[in-house]
T-cell receptor, first 112, second 113 residues
Framework: AQSVTQPDIHITVSEGASLELRCNYS??????LFWYVQSPGQGLQLLLK??????LVQGIKGFEAEFKRSQSSFNLRKPSVHWSDAAEYFC??????????FGSGTKLNVKP | NAGVTQTPKFQVLKTGQSMTLQCAQD?????MYWYRQDPGMGLRLIYY???????DKGEVPNGYNVSRLNKREFSLRLESAAPSQTSVYFC????????????FGPGTRLTVL
């Protein structure tokens, strides 16, 4: 069955440190992949997406993600985390029938 | 351009009461979705509408009904609310097509006592 897995439920990093959030998908064909961010009490906002071409994609707020077909992964990275990055992050991808599958989310805590 | 709007923002119901959550988008998107979000469970799809005039069940449709009123509006109805339906509900829309993202509303926080 099609699914998206985010293995880390909570991550804590110090402000200024680098960040990597993991996402694995199970889907045979080349997937379309998305990362969303949700601040407390808010809806979800798109950070970046991959659908073809360059496997390293740039997003808003200094985030990037790399698609690795061999590892079925689409990990999100940021070189230097800011306190305002504390939020919950979701990886997602759609199937051919217009349904989206979301991971269970990773909550990021940023230490001063 | 308001994007995706949802009403109400907050609602408290008693068990057995009914209510309708409203969602509208002004981006001319064909597809619309209803999700619920519970702690530790991510977003779970309740129903979606791939295009005007069609609706389909998602992962957790029991206890809910939907109406795609027109291209702009997609409502979610709880006929007889239960405490298990206490959750935050999000509406989303997108232009159909593999690489197109969903746009989300601000959510409705529902408590069923």
């Amino acid at each position: 069955a099609q699914s998206v897995t985010q293995p880390d439920i909570h991550i804590t990093v110090s402000e200024g440190a680098s960040l990597e959030l993991r996402c694995n998908y199970s889907y045979g064909a080349t997937p379309y992949l998305f990362w969303y961010v949700q601040s407390p009490g808010q809806g979800l906002q798109l950070l970046l997406k991959y659908f073809s071409g360059d496997t390293l994609v740039q997003g808003i707020k200094g985030f990037e993600a790399e698609f690795k077909r061999s590892q079925s992964s689409f990990n999100l990275r940021k070189p230097s985390v800011h306190w305002s990055d504390a939020a919950e992050y979701f990886c997602a991808h759609p199937n051919n029938f217009n349904k989206f599958y979301f991971g269970s989310g990773t909550k990021l805590n940023v230490k001063p | 351009n308001a994007g995706v709007t949802q009403t109400p923002k907050f609602q408290v119901l008693k068990t057995g009461q009914s209510m309708t959550l409203q969602c509208a988008q002004d981006m001319n998107h064909n597809s619309m979705y209803w999700y619920r979000q519970d702690p530790g469970m991510g977003l779970r799809l309740i129903y979606y509408s791939a295009s005007e005039g069609t609706t389909d069940k998602g992962e957790v449709p029991n206890g809910y009904n939907v109406s795609r009123l027109n291209k702009r509006e997609f409502s979610l109805r709880l006929e007889s609310a239960a405490p298990s339906q206490t959750s935050v509900y999000f509406c989303a829309s997108r232009l159909a097509g593999g690489g197109n993202e969903q746009f989300f509303g601000p959510g409705t926080r529902l408590t069923v006592l």
